[in-house]
């Protein structure tokens, strides 16, 4: 089984700790988006989708984060928790992870992009409306993790870890990339990421940020990969509308 992945994407992470965490045999295959490696003919093939991850396992290819996490959980048979048989926990699980695509996960991504991304493609930084805007999405976003989601429990769907909280933990962590803490003042989340860190591993928690985290080494593929980067700006234009 091959997972192609880049690790300063969430849901690459997302996937990439799971498997590890999990010690599921695969083949680690980076796909290094900054280079536009994503849209070379081979990964085309690959994928029509031409994001990643993509998991592909025999003759059997399939992309989306969630389904990846989903199908590992259901193919090597791991403990409960992670996805609950139990209609109401799995309901509350699928509640979360179909939730987190247009809120926290697109809220984080932007604060991320707004500043390291925005001024290599733009040439200026971001406007400062734009980026309040995008502060101010992402607060929203995390009150409800807090308020709708953890409430009081020391993981999403209870006292257990699942595929949510991994879901989650990753695109918390995505803005600090840009140097913005979003839980900052966030005690109750602060130590529900602690938590699900611990479960996870703290040293492949760290390891699996680290290129993220390493923003001298961000800038630097950014600057060496800045032609590339230049081809994805009608996308981009779009995007940060």
């Known amino acids: 089984m091959e997972i192609y992945l880049d690790l300063v994407s969430p849901p690459c992470r997302a996937v990439y700790l799971f498997a590890e965490a999990l010690k599921i045999p695969y083949a680690f295959k980076l796909v290094e988006l900054s280079a ?4 070379t003919e081979e990964f085309g093939k690959l994928s029509v989708v031409r994001k990643v991850p993509v998991l592909k396992d025999g003759s059997f290819v399939l992309t989306e984060s969630i389904a990846i996490l989903q199908y590992l959980v259901q193919k090597c048979s791991l403990a409960d928790h992670w ?3 139990e209609l109401q926990q799995r309901a509350r699980v699928n ?30 930084e971001a406007p400062k409306e734009k980026l309040d805007t995008s502060l101010e999405d992402m607060k929203q976003s995390l009150d409800l993790l807090e308020e709708k989601f953890l409430q009081d429990k020391p993981f999403i769907v209870g006292n257990k870890i699942s595929v949510a909280d991994v879901a989650a933990v990753v695109e918390v ?25 611990k479960e ?9 940020h680290e290129a993220l985290l390493n923003s ?3 800038q630097q593929k950014m600057q060496t990969n800045n032609t590339e980067l230049q081809k994805l700006k009608p996308m981009f234009l779009k995007y940060f509308r």
């Not at 536009?36 to 849209?39: A, F, L, P, V």
């Not at 995505?174 to 529900?192: E, I, M, S």
């Not at 996870?200 to 699996?208: C, M, P, S």
């Open 95 to 124: 509640e979360y992870l179909s939730w987190q695509h247009l809120n926290l996960r697109s809220h984080c991504s932007k604060v991320f992009l707004f500043r390291t991304l925005y001024p290599f493609i733009m040439g200026a």
């Open 200 to 208: 996870l591993g703290v040293k492949l928690f760290d390891q699996a």
């Open 173 to 197: 962590m995505q803005p600090l990339g840009a140097g913005v803490d979003g839980l900052d003042g966030r005690p109750k989340l602060t130590a529900w990421r602690e938590r699900v860190k």
């Open 216 to 218: 001298s080494s961000l």
């Open 83 to 85: 996805f609950p048989a």
């Open 36 to 39: 536009g490696q994503q849209y």
